[in-house]
């Protein structure tokens, strides 16, 4: 099965995606992870993605593009994938179906990820970082003595990004550039949203419903 996940910063998305991953056995795909792993390998995708990471710009949908085809080609992704955040864009969606379509392919389902914003901000607003690296979240992982850090024992702060008007940002900014995606799966009719302010296994329990109705319908 070929799947699509959906959802805002702090939905809960890479959660989902390695417990879909587990319980289908699929690969899960997402554009960091390709960025990274390219740029570590030095391979030639990977050194012209990073030329434009270094000088703070976005990496242009071409390339974006040529790393995902060579992604889903490999062997482990013959049996279906997971992609988590791809594609963010209409002509990004447009591209990958005319990759899947030279394949023989197509997406199966796309499970957007729904979480109101006061949620989210709460979510995201919680994290705390400490200069030697190490990461909290004031309700999910608190250190043990509040705003110190349990390895260095320094001081914990609050990243400029994570605070609310920054996360506020973000959102309205992926709910601009997404909203025309949601249309766009919907109107071919493989899109479900799915409450992603759940708890988290009860979250896994509604995708796993939605993966059976579409494989379901997929063997008649």
Do not use: W
């Not at 990471?53 to 593009?65: K, Q, T």
């Amino acid at each position: 099965m070929n799947i699509i996940l959906l959802g805002p910063p702090g939905a809960g998305k890479g959660t989902q995606a390695k417990k879909i991953q587990k319980c289908c056995s699929l690969p899960h795909i997402s554009t960091g992870d390709i960025l990274r792993e390219n740029i570590n390998n030095n391979t030639n995708l990977g050194m012209k993605a990073k030329s434009y990471m270094s000088r703070g710009e976005l990496v242009p949908d071409e390339l974006l593009i040529t790393l995902i085809k060579d992604r889903l080609s490999k062997n482990d992704c013959s049996g279906g994938f997971i992609l988590d955040g791809y594609p963010r864009t209409i002509p990004q969606a447009d591209a990958l179906q005319m990759i899947l379509t030279e394949s023989n392919k197509k997406i199966d389902a796309v499970l957007n990820i729904s979480v109101d914003d006061r949620e989210l901000i709460r979510r995201l607003s919680g994290r705390r970082m400490c200069k030697c690296g190490a990461s909290y979240h004031i309700m999910f992982n608190p250190p043990e003595k509040e705003g110190i850090c349990n390895i260095c024992k320094g001081k914990l702060y609050q990243r400029e990004d994570d605070r609310p008007e920054a996360i506020q940002n973000r959102l309205d900014v992926y709910k601009k550039q997404t909203q025309p995606l949601i249309d766009y799966y919907s109107r071919k009719k493989i899109l479900r949203t799915i409450d992603g302010s759940k708890e988290i296994l009860q979250i896994f329990e509604d995708i796993k419903c939605v993966l059976e109705e579409y494989d379901q319908k997929d063997n008649k």
